[in-house]
């Protein structure tokens, strides 16, 4: 027991002022990656747009007429797998 007491004096033990400045630098932390990750969404947003309307991907009636005119690979309708049987 002597031993256990002596190892809790040694302990270092952490003030108010202590706690505060550990929470506020993970405060100014988070607030930092909360802006970092609305500055990414808004460029990647920006990105997506541009090239969607370089490309004119929306805007492709040509693509829209070909895959009404063309087939279904198969109107049979599919069945549905069966369940083992239990084997024994």
Do not use: C, N
């Amino acid at each position: 027991m002597a031993g256990k007491r002596g190892d809790e004096s040694r302990r270092r033990v952490m003030t108010d002022g202590g706690w505060q400045r550990i929470l506020r630098i993970m405060d100014e932390a988070f607030e930092e990656y909360l802006t970092g990750m609305a500055e990414l969404r808004t460029r990647v947003v920006g990105d997506v747009k541009r090239k969607l309307s370089d490309k004119k991907v929306l805007d492709r009636p040509d693509l829209e007429q070909a895959l009404r005119r063309e087939q279904p690979a198969s109107t049979a309708r599919h069945r549905r797998a069966r369940g083992r049987r239990p084997r024994g």
